[in-house]
């Protein structure tokens, strides 16, 4: 058997398997399992290496032939696979508590493959082709059925379809480069079209306009899934490129412009969470500014950078889920998201509101929250380049902040004499104080996911070393 | 002889993305897509085998036919989502500009990726147009159409710089992907009217 035929091709089939199932809970419980399974197998299976078991010996082969194109999960991309389905497992098992797991897991899985084999497809350009497949696979699971395409979900498409041809072309110029790296005009205008089509691809400012709308718009949970997975897809993606091409890595420029890039995203959306009245746009700003620090932990370079730049997934991750955990359940017992609709809810949905209001303080960097340790550290490596970039950075992490401390406000606007009453189900109940939890440990022990950041940024052959 | 096929493909898809640009009604949006295929596939094949040519033809054709049917499933009144000016002159005018600026990219263009220029400009102008599209219109049927006559401009470009089976394949299917993503928010529509 081969490793994409493993990671790639079999959740594809399970993926296509499971929508013929329509029990919520056997869904999750069938796509936990085999993700867990992935998960254990990318930690512990080695790939190349005979395996034998007695008299049965059995390898796991790094590639896999396509249409005279390959597919190859080396042993260096083990870590990344397991790091990908293991939240994948968060996401799906949390599905049921809010009753998307049918259309979430099935579809879910699908595009969690597809973007594997993105990763795993060589040439890796064609890596914006799968993409592609895998935004248009999202399409039926971010629109409501029965409810006409919003602007949100209309310019998804298009600026994720836009970023392809960008790519594409970009790789045959890239390939131009490489064998003349000495044509300066051919290394701008690839720059130029890498650039725009990451650009497009990551949601870069100015291109964002759809983020905060879809997340106004859609199912709060299955937008908070897909604005996970495919800017931690892209990034990866965009880190091979980084990693791929030694006159890219090396342009004197880059640096500089990602930063300008990063602050741009992290001091826009930051200033403008902290103006939104609905709580569905908030959350969009702040996976715009996540983006942002990602890129701003690259333009720090080096395996410092990198070991940042993985320092972020996992809060990000537990944030995510909990704040799209805690919308989607406000969502459905409430008029709507808006600030005013939402007044004195503290009282009556406790667990909900405080896990909105905690993972919003982690995404903003709160000390002693799980957000902390990577923004404390991104901070610092910042301000050993410029001051001015961190205050800059700081203010946008302020209007993260002052919009949690506003959504607080709001939560706690109870009518005197108003009682305290739980109305989650002992479920949501559960999952909620998992997430404050793993949020609070994972701000006092960092030191926990430390194996993990040391492992990762050795997939990046250049990068991480 | 070839070339003047050449410029006649160019002329096809000349009209045909203006004439998308224009209409108001879907059973012409979805003829014009389709005969804008034609002169896709004949722009394809002066660097693609014909057969290779012929499968793209054949997947946006597939698209149109997708797209038709479930337009004429919802049978629903067109609803005009516009973002810009709608008037037919403002239309012409803007379609003018963007050929003229495609003509006088393609000039460069065509040497610069060592392709004659009607194709260079073939495939220029349909991505302005379809661009163009996108930029008027916030109905997703527009945009779809617009998607797909963008992704027809860039293969047509793309052909000349790569021959790779595999691209080709998933172009196809992001191709018929964007069809039934159409479709599906035609659908969605008529869930809501009913």
Same mark, same amino acid.
Request: aromatic share 12%.
């Given at each position: 058997m081969s490793a994409p035929f493993l990671w790639i091709f079999l959740p594809l089939i399970l993926a296509g398997l499971l929508m013929f199932l329509h029990n919520q809970k056997v869904i999750a419980l069938i796509a936990c399992i085999f993700t867990f399974v992935l998960t254990l197998a990318a930690w512990l299976l080695p790939i190349d290496t005979v395996l034998t078991i007695g008299t049965w010996s059995f390898k796991?082969?790094?590639s896999y032939e396509i249409l005279g194109r390959h597919l190859v999960l080396a042993s260096a991309d083990q870590s990344l696979l397991a790091l990908i389905y293991g939240s994948a497992i968060v996401w799906f098992a949390v599905a049921p508590a809010i009753k998307t797991a049918r259309r979430l897991i099935s579809l879910g899985l699908a595009i969690t493959a597809l973007l594997v084999a993105a990763l795993a497809v060589e040439p890796f350009l064609y890596a914006a082709l799968l993409i592609e497949m895998a935004v248009l696979i999202s399409i039926p699971l971010l629109s409501a059925p029965g409810q006409r395409p919003g602007k949100g979900l209309v310019r998804f498409l298009i600026f994720q379809t836009l970023a392809m041809p960008f790519i594409l072309f970009s790789g045959w110029l890239l390939a131009?480069?490489?064998a003349n790296p000495g044509d300066l005009g051919l290394v701008q205008q690839a720059a130029i079209l890498i650039g725009l089509g990451f650009s497009f691809l990551l949601a870069v400012f100015p291109f964002y306009s759809w983020i905060p709308?879809?997340?106004?718009?859609?199912? /709060?949970?299955t937008v908070g899934f897909i604005l996970w997975m495919f800017p931690t897809v892209t990034l990866f993606f965009g880190l091979g490129f980084l990693d791929h091409y030694t006159w890219l890595r090396d342009a004197p420029t880059?640096?500089?412009?990602?930063?300008?890039?990063?602050?741009?995203?992290?001091?826009?959306?930051?200033?403008? #969470? #902290?103006?939104?009245?609905?709580?569905?746009r908030i959350m969009g700003y702040a996976v715009i500014m996540e983006t942002g620090f990602s890129i701003l932990t690259l333009s720090l370079g080096g395996t410092v950078g990198l070991k940042i730049f993985f320092m972020f997934f996992i809060p990000r991750t537990l944030s995510l889920v909990v704040w799209a955990l805690a919308l989607s359940i406000l969502r459905k017992h409430s008029p709507s998201l808006i600030l005013n609709d939402l007044k004195g809810l503290g009282r009556t949905w406790p667990y909900a509101t405080s896990g909105l209001v905690l993972a919003n303080l982690a995404l903003a960097g709160m000390p002693l929250l799980a957000g902390f340790p990577p923004h404390q550290a991104i901070w610092e490596g910042l301000a050993s380049k410029s001051i001015s970039v961190v205050i800059w950075v700081l203010i946008g992490n302020l209007g993260l902040f002052f919009s949690a401390i506003r959504v607080m406000l709001t939560f706690a606007a109870a009518p005197e004499g108003a009682n305290w009453e739980s109305h989650e189900t002992g479920a949501q109940r559960i999952l909620l104080s998992i997430g404050f939890v793993a949020l609070l440990l994972l701000g006092l022990f960092p030191?926990?996911?430390? /194996?993990?950041w040391t492992k990762l940024p050795t997939i990046f052959t250049h990068l991480g070393q | 002889m070839f070339t003047i096929i050449n410029w006649i493909a160019l002329f096809i898809a000349l009209v045909t993305s203006v004439g998308l640009l !224009?209409?108001?009604?879907?059973?012409?949006?979805?003829?014009?897509? &389709?005969?804008?295929? $034609?002169? $896709?596939?004949? $722009?394809?094949?002066?660097?693609? +085998?014909?057969s290779m040519a012929a499968a793209k033809m054949v997947t946006g054709w597939m698209a149109c036919v997708v797209l038709g049917m479930a337009k004429l499933n919802t049978d629903l009144t067109e609803e005009t989502v516009a973002s810009w000016p709608q008037g037919r002159l403002f239309r012409l005018f803007t379609a003018g500009i963007i050929m003229a600026a495609t003509f &006088?990219?393609? $000039?460069? &263009?065509?040497?610069?990726?060592?392709?004659? !220029? +009607?194709? &260079?400009?073939?495939?220029l102008l349909l991505v302005g147009m379809g661009l163009l599209q996108l930029g008027i219109s916030a109905e997703p049927f527009r945009v779809v159409l617009g998607l797909l006559t963008v992704l027809a401009g860039f293969e047509i470009l793309y052909a000349g710089v790569e021959s790779s089976t595999l691209v080709a394949a998933l172009l196809s299917a992001v191709n018929l992907g964007l069809a039934l993503t159409g479709a599906y928010f035609l659908n969605m529509r008529r869930e809501e009217k009913e």
């Open positions: 796991l082969t790094s131009g480069v490489e709308l879809l997340t106004e718009e859609s199912s /709060p949970y880059l640096g500089r412009v990602l930063t300008t890039v990063g602050l741009l995203m992290v001091v826009s959306s930051g200033l403008l #969470a #902290a103006f939104q009245r609905h709580l569905g030191q926990w996911v430390l /194996p993990l | !224009l209409q108001r009604d879907w059973r012409w949006g979805i003829g014009l897509l &389709a005969i804008q295929y $034609l002169s $896709l596939f004949w $722009l394809v094949q002066t660097h693609w +085998p014909v &006088a990219l393609s $000039l460069r &263009a065509s040497s610069w990726l060592g392709l004659s !220029l +009607p194709i &260079a400009w073939g495939s």
